[in-house]
């Protein structure tokens, strides 16, 4: 069977040595229509752990440590595939007459450490097509990235400043590494209806949300209401933010997202209230910072039975590294 395919477009930030910005079209295909065991037996994308990212951040800041970027050009194309895949002609490509003709292609974990002969070392993290390689020396960073350049065709982004939506910035000076999520945040926060007349809350949650099944939507009316509401988007941006730069908004983001399956009126309430909170802190991230301990501390608390559809504790745990959380 063919697979479909869709046209993705986006604009990305200029990088150092390029300061428009620029437009990318990517055809990419509609890789659920496959079945497991026809068109693929395996699939696996090298994906690194944000907790990795936040490590390697920790570092930097610790050792003063050099921090560089680069981006694979067309990564997809490294991969070989045992496998015939047919796919249906794109949107603007197709042949007059041979409509019903297909597209045939051919061609088609995740922190590496080295430590170098002089006592110090380098790192690589990579996601997917994006790198980020540290060193104290950036002659060895700039001779890994030439070995690199010499398999695979690299665009180096200089200076790490944005990674999967994540903004970096340095003080060298003294010593600091922010990691934030401001410009993700705003558009999470314009795409849903928040502006300059959002009413601001200082936490992230009220303690007056008690929220439980019990508030699931019951009659036909609030669920024709609450089907109208992007509940599970809301959720799912969030939950990306928890997991990148806003740790903050976990306990919170963990109460809202039990109830995808059906939620009601109460819980989109708190789901509103995390978007007012995040609405006046959408500077907040990580910090990271010199001198504020090598050692990784572990902190582990857990309420009584506040689960109040089961009676179960919740526990929560945070570890520490270089005065950012890195978990």
Not at 117 to 144: H, K, N, Q
Not at 225 to 236: D, K, L, P, Q, T
Request: hydrophobic share 35%.
């Amino acid at each position: 069977m063919a697979i479909g395919n869709k046209w993705v477009y986006t604009k990305k930030q200029g990088s150092p040595n390029q300061s428009t910005p620029r437009y990318k079209a990517r055809l990419v295909t509609k890789g659920f229509a496959q079945k497991e065991g026809i068109d693929y037996n395996e699939v696996f994308s090298p994906v690194v752990k944000h907790t990795s990212i936040h490590i390697l951040l920790a570092l930097v800041a610790e050792y003063e440590l050099e921090l560089a970027q680069l981006d694979v050009k067309t990564a997809f194309l490294h991969g070989g595939l045992e496998e015939e895949i047919y796919m249906i002609q794109p949107c603007g490509f197709r042949v007059v007459g041979k409509e019903n003709h297909v597209c045939r292609s051919e061609h088609d974990h995740c922190v590496y450490f080295r430590r170098l002969p002089y006592g110090t070392f380098i790192y690589l993290l990579l996601y997917v097509d994006d790198m980020l390689i540290a060193s104290r020396i950036r002659d060895e960073i700039e001779r890994l990235k030439k070995q690199l350049a010499s398999e695979f065709e690299m665009k180096d982004l200089g200076d790490a400043q944005r990674i999967l939506r994540m903004e970096i910035r340095r003080d060298k000076k003294n010593g600091c590494v922010w990691f934030t999520q401001k410009s993700y945040l705003k558009k999470v926060l314009e795409r849903f209806s928040m502006d300059d007349k959002t009413k601001l809350v200082c936490t992230p949650l009220a303690p007056y949300f008690k929220l439980s099944s019990s508030s699931c939507s019951r009659s036909q009316e609030e669920r024709n209401y609450m089907a109208r509401v992007s509940y599970a988007s809301v959720v799912g941006s969030l939950m990306y933010a928890m997991v990148c730069t806003r740790p903050d908004i976990s306990q919170a983001v963990s109460m809202v997202s039990k109830y995808m399956h059906n939620p009601g009126k109460n819980h989109w309430l708190a789901v509103k209230w995390i978007l007012r909170y995040l609405y006046g802190t959408v500077d907040v991230g990580l910090l990271f910072k010199k001198d504020c301990g090598q050692q990784c501390v572990g902190y582990c608390d857990s309420d009584f039975a506040g689960d109040l559809d089961k009676r179960r504790s919740t526990t929560g745990y945070v570890f520490i590294l270089s005065g950012g959380l890195v978990n």
